[in-house]
């Protein structure tokens, strides 16, 4: 059988990169941390240790409303990255009965490393905060937001599945100041999923609506080599080919009604 063709998502430069970039530009130099991927140690961290790397670099600029477990990687006492997991938001619905994974899926939620991090901290924070895991978890999942200019890079590297969008359906969000919020999020900053009552309230201009896909999804088998035989075949069919970053795209206009 023909390979099927490689997915191509139009998003440019990922955000934490922007982030990271510009923060190096102004603390310093990176020879005076720790570069020592092999040293590192991966270890639980409290959950406000994480969201004070997650309000700095990552895209969404806050933590997630429940978190369950939170991991760091140190190097020497030098934090270069966090990881929290929290539950599948879909679980309680009943979407993952089909598959089996019901009581023993999670969902990686946030994740970012510091500006002077080891090129290779977040694949070996993710691999090893996986092991950490309670025994019950044995499939992780994680989604990854066209508008953040994410294709799950990091994902790839650390050998996750690729199954895209899982279902089709779209919500209204909005941009406001540049930034992708969620129709979810729209409810639990401002109250209200309206459109209207939001531009009513800060302004037709800094109000964009926009149509806002489902996101790409990944997964992961966390551990013994029956369970992840078995895990891994219930979703081979949705399995695809793993997406690449089109570098000269503005990551905005992945979504459908912004200009």
Known sequence: MDALPATSITVGTAWQRQIRDSIAGTEGDRNTYSQDIG?????????????EV????EWLGRMPAVVLFAYGIYFG?????????SPEYGENLGIWDKYGYTGKIILLSRGACVWWAHPHAASKLIRKSMDLLPDRYEVVTATVDAGAGEVGTIYQACSFDYVGRMTKISHQGAFIDGKLRSSRQLMREFGTRSIRKLQQRFGEDAIKAIEEP???RYFAFPG????RK???AAIAHLIKPYPH?????D??????GKT
């Open 224 to 227: 013994g080599k029956i369970a």
């Open 77 to 85: 006492p030098d934090l270069g990255g966090v990881v929290t997991y």
């Open 230 to 232: 078995h895990n891994r």
């Open 54 to 57: 997650i309000e700095e670099y």
């Open 251 to 256: 990551p905005a206009g992945a979504y459908e």
């Open 39 to 51: 040293a590192a140690e991966v270890r639980r961290i409290d959950i406000s240790v994480a969201r």
């Open 245 to 249: 970053r089109d570098p000269g795209a």
């Open 214 to 216: 489902s996101k790409g």
